[in-house]
Nanobody, 123 residues
């Protein structure tokens, strides 16, 4: 049974930080590229970041570049997203998602999704 379980979301003030985690099970985590995707109320999904299988290649949306850091620990089957200097526009439900390749991830082709964790940035 494939599972992706996000955690770490919450309420934070502008300029603050949050660290998200995504625990994977039921598939070969190390064989999949992983992504973070977010969705704000009333908006469509927005790709945030992706990482290749080894963790040696990462990409970020312009909106988060320089503020967010994606990483993974294949030994722990866990994906991470460190979010710094948070802005109100970062408020969204954050999902982790798997892709069969870094290329397919770049095309927004995802195989599995988690349930999401809510991030709210507000004063």
């Amino acid at each position: 049974q494939v599972q992706l379980v996000e955690s770490g979301g919450g309420l934070v003030q502008p300029g603050g930080s949050l660290a998200l985690s995504c625990a994977a099970s039921g598939f070969t985590f190390s064989s999949y590229s992983m992504s973070w995707v977010r969705q704000a109320p009333g908006k469509g999904p927005e790709w945030v970041s992706r990482i290749n299988t080894s963790g040696g290649a990462t990409r970020y949306a312009d909106s988060v570049k320089g503020r967010f850091t994606i990483s993974r620990d294949n030994a722990k089957n866990t994906l991470y997203l460190q979010m710094n200097s948070l802005k109100p526009e970062d408020t969204a439900l954050y999902y982790c998602a798997s892709s069969r390749s870094f290329y397919s991830a770049s095309r927004g082709e995802y195989d599995y999704w988690g349930q999401g964790t809510q991030v709210t940035v507000s004063s």
